[in-house]
DNA sequence: TCTGGGGTCCTAGGACCC
DNA sequence: TCTGGGGTCCTAGGACCC
């Protein structure tokens, strides 16, 4: 059967969730900030008109912030993560077949539907909106890319109320020439660079480019990207996302670290992090990645480092990979830089229950250590994250991240959670 | 004049995404 | 003063095996 698909795509999503509990930020410019309050990563249209970019350091518009009254907030991932999860839970409600691709994006199955697909999904935008309070745009088509295209033209123009349906559409060829090609799903800075550069401007274009051509420069990926422009469904997904093969914790800090203390406790802290991560999706890990870089803005003797350490066989158990950790840093530790950043990742995944045992030191009895992570993590997800932590990741935390913006966390915390007073 | 060939696995690096 | 974080997939090349 013909595959069609909608794309749900919230609009300048975590703008839109500072905005849902405080309603007088509607109309105003607002835009959130990465950790440590660095780039903008998202705005509002207001904010947009106003000439500020996405991914560029705040402080470039720090005038046109104060001129124009921008608000401007702290990433609240506490906040945006508990706002995804109910707009996803909403679009639920409207097919049997979905696809969560990002924390503000999904792809709805409409094929088995025998409906108007336009008006449908104009009442899936207006159910999202009454129930959470969040705007989102929709764009259908016979593939992800030609969804994700019409999402972004339901964005651009007003005059289709959020929605736009591009499967079997007449103007098909005319939306593709007024689309660049680096607005396409798969089109990044570099190939949009490459193809200019051989006469390839436009979703058109690019949609009647030569096969072996784009194989040779741009691989079976872009060669898939191609046949999606045509209309051929090749990019599939899962319900039910696969799961990680390596997970990732990094920082920039604060401020710039110089002490060889700071940088161990701040690597025990990812190695913290990234071991809850490992566990909530069941796996065990066999290597482990630690990295560290000095601050590239400043000009000054760069020094950047990375070591991978293996375990003789895989292990979800904190201070095992707190040890590995602590290992690797003291390798590749330089004094005398200034550190910005540093980070550890996981990889070598598999499933928790299938564990192939260390031949040369078989039999080891490992169940005090599940059950002890098991306890660690069941009281600091009901406690709170942190409220039991391990002493290596120390206490004061002077590298911690800038957050001078930050909204209460109004759904996930009790303390923060909003009052509705009787006047 | 002379070099084997074919296969798998792993890793680093490059592209992309939000 | 101030520049994010966490992922995916693909390819090429080297190590190793028979």
């Known amino acids: 059967?013909?595959?069609?698909?909608?794309l749900a795509d919230c609009n300048s999503f975590y703008a839109s969730c500072e905005r849902v509990f405080n309603p007088s930020l509607e109309g105003r410019p607002v835009i959130?900030?990465?950790?440590?309050?660095?780039?903008?990563?998202a705005r509002t249209n207001e904010a947009k008109a106003l000439g500020i970019a996405g991914f560029e350091p705040v402080f470039k518009y720090q005038q046109i912030i104060d001129q124009h009254n921008v608000a401007v907030f702290s990433a609240n991932f506490a906040l945006y993560g508990d706002?995804?999860?109910?707009?996803?839970?909403?679009?639920r409600q409207f097919t049997p077949e979905m696809e969560i691709y990002s924390i503000d994006e999904a792809f709805l199955s409409l094929a088995s539907m025998n409906i108007d697909r336009t008006a449908y999904c104009?009442?899936?935008k207006a159910t999202v909106s009454q129930w959470t309070g969040i705007p989102v745009s929709i764009?259908?088509?016979?593939t992800k890319t030609l969804a994700k295209l019409a999402n972004r033209l339901a964005k651009k123009d007003p005059g289709l109320g959020g929605v736009l349906d591009i499967t079997d559409n007449p103007q098909i060829d005319q939306l593709l020439a007024q689309t660049k090609v680096e607005d396409i799903w798969g089109v990044g800075r570099r190939y949009t660079a490459l193809l200019s550069r051989h006469g390839i401007q436009t979703a058109l274009q690019l949609r009647?480019?030569?096969d072996d051509w784009i194989r040779s420069h741009m691989t079976v990926v872009g060669l898939r990207m191609v046949e999606e422009l045509r209309g051929n469904p090749c990019i599939d997904g899962q319900e039910t996302p696969p799961p990680k093969k390596c997970i990732m914790t990094s920082r920039s800090f604060g401020r710039d670290v110089h002490v060889k203390e700071e940088l161990e406790q701040a690597v025990a802290e990812f190695t913290t992090m990234c071991a809850e991560k490992l566990r909530k999706q069941k796996s065990k890990a066999s290597l482990l990645t630690v990295f560290i870089g000095s601050n590239c803005f400043r000009d000054e003797p760069q020094y950047s480092n990375s070591i991978t350490l293996g375990l003789p066989e895989p292990t979800d158990y904190t201070p095992r990979l707190l040890e590995l950790a602590h290992r690797g840093l003291k390798n590749i530790f330089k004094p005398g830089y200034s550190y910005k950043r540093a980070g550890v990742l996981?990889?070598?995944?598999g499933p928790r229950d299938i564990t192939q045992l260390d031949m040369l030191e078989p039999g080891q009895e490992k169940s005090g250590e599940t059950g002890l992570m098991r306890a660690v993590d069941s009281i600091n997800s009901r406690m709170g994250r942190g409220t039991l932590k391990y002493a290596a990741a120390g206490i004061n935390r002077p590298w911690k991240m800038r957050q001078m913006m930050l909204s209460p966390r109004f759904t996930?915390?009790?303390?923060?959670l909003p009052v509705a007073k009787a006047v």
Request: hydrophobic share 45%; charged share 20%.
């Open 346 to 349: 996981l990889a070598g995944i």
């Open 412 to 416: 996930t915390s009790w303390e923060d």
């Open 208 to 210: 009647n480019a030569n």
């Open 1 to 6: 059967m013909r595959k069609i698909f909608a």
């Open 83 to 91: 706002l995804s999860s109910r707009v996803m839970a909403t679009l």
């Open 139 to 142: 764009g259908i088509g016979p």
């Open 122 to 124: 104009r009442k899936i």
């Open 32 to 41: 959130v900030l990465s950790n440590n309050d660095g780039c903008v990563i």
